[in-house]
């Protein structure tokens, strides 16, 4: 059993705070305790809110060239200390080292590319008699809850742009993995100034403080939709800004014209990556009739290749699922889909070794309506459907309350686009899936979120539009 003896604290102004109280985090490949976290209070929550307040003044003024250089040492950071959190992150959340490298090198490098993202300035009228610009002008204090599947990466997300806009920053990671984010806190003190980035740590009565804080002007979430709805609803009474990254139930299209061998592991992985638990893994795939039998025979036989176990251990590939909650709610679905009498290719049991581990699990065509294919299952169970003409699959794709991702497999690039073009979602991949960059836009549409991640339309979602105009001198007559 992995343990860690040092002492975690939150960070408030720059100094390390203890909880008012504490709370046990769970390895959950074997479901024993690693190390207690702390337990922020209200109070403490006010003083965090109160240090970020009293930081702002001074960040907000900070020339952004200084700003910048603050994201990339946060960067150097990440990436100096990258041995030591992958370990602590791989005890915390189950995925493997080379994914934890991954989340912990992929924040690094989200503050290193966000850093040369420049805020806007447009001239609106220059003329004779005046002068007006639109620029972009930081919140205030921005609160920032991140999730459990990628701790590292998604609060990168928000702590990049959010700094490098001027604003300063309450960081609240999930109760499930708080460990990593809060040695990251340690490591920067020093590095930022008191009270840019303060990090604190609770259970379920935290969040709920934050959205409702009147000292926090945003809200930047990333979670399941029907905790964003809280949030947006809470986040209502003091009108804050918010973006909300939410859920999706991600369809891959597979054509046949694809080389069905060359595919199948990729098309796998895009399942099954990080035991299923990305917000943009495929979570339906429809298969052409005409390659179905045999794509579906290959990924079976790539599946049982695959290694599940402890991400601690060498050769794992897939870990188990990150916490009991999300456990119980994916053999719920599993056991659903028996109880309606469901094929299953492979999978359906339930494991027999200690920790929160589900075996890989392939449901062969199953209704449209079944709840695996309505729910996000967001764990590595997959439904493989079966369609004959693409404005089926199309319309049998868009038929969903979600739109965050979608891909399409295609030997013929152009047919693959023109049918990318027709799905409703906000990222769409040709022959790949997955792949963001900080450059990019990012975001959901219907009720997979609000608002944007990454490139220009991300970093805005940090900063208010302020007009200036200014009345020129007019010439004095002689």
Known sequence: MTSFNSDFTMTIGGKAVAGASSFAVLNPANEQEIAQAPDCSAEQLDQAVAAARAAFPAWSATPIEK??????????????????????????????HEDAIFDVMGG??????????????HVVEDTPERRGETRRVPLGVVGAIAPWNFPVLLAMFKVAPGLLAGNTMVLKPSPFTPLT?????????????DG???????????????????????????GSTATGR??????????????????????????????????????????????????????????????YEPLKTALVAYAKTVKMGDGAEQG??????????????????????????????????????????????????????????????????????????VDDA?????????????????ADVDKALAIGSRLQAGTVWINETQYITP????????????????????????????????????????
């Open 67 to 96: 700003r910048r250089e603050a994201l990339l040492a946060i960067a150097g950071v990440l990436a100096a200390n990258m041995d030591e959190l992958k370990r602590l992150l791989t005890s915390e959340q189950g995925k493997n």
């Open 108 to 121: 690094a490098m989200w503050c290193q590319a966000g850093s040369t993202l420049e805020l806007p300035v």
């Open 181 to 193: 984010t809060l040695k990251i806190g340690e490591l920067l003190r020093g590095v930022l100034p």
């Open 196 to 222: 840019v980035l303060n990090i604190v740590t609770g259970g379920d009565a935290l969040g709920p403080l934050m959205t409702s804080h009147p000292g926090i002007d945003k809200i930047t979430f990333t």
């Open 230 to 291: 809280k949030v947006m609803a809470s986040a209502s009474a003091t009108l804050k800004r918010v973006t909300l990254e939410l859920g999706g139930n991600d369809a891959a299209i597979v054509m046949p014209d694809v080389d069905v061998e060359a595919v199948a592991e990729q098309l796998f992985w895009a399942a099954f990556k990080n035991t299923g638990q990305i917000c943009i893994a495929t979570k339906r795939m429809y298969v052409h009739k005409d390659i």
């Open 316 to 389: 794992t590939q897939m870990g188990p699922i990150q916490n009991h909650q999300q456990y119980k709610r994916v053999l719920d679905l599993i056991a659903d889909a028996k109880a309606k009498g469901y094929d299953f290719l492979m999978g359906g049991e339930t494991s027999t070794v200690p920790g929160y581990f589900v075996p890989i699990t392939i449901i062969d065509n199953p209704p449209e309506d079944s709840r695996i294919v309505q729910e996000e299952q967001f764990g590595p169970v997959l439904p493989l459907l079966k369609f004959d003409n």
């Open 394 to 410: 199309v319309a049998r794709a868009n038929a969903s309350d979600y739109g965050l991702g979608a891909s399409v497999w295609s």
């Open 439 to 478: 450059l990019g836009v990012f975001g959901g549409h219907k009720q997979s979120g609000l608002g944007a991640e990454g490139a220009m339309e991300g970093l805005m979602e940090y900063t208010n539009a302020q007009t200036i105009y200014v009345k020129k001198a007019q010439p004095v007559a002689a």
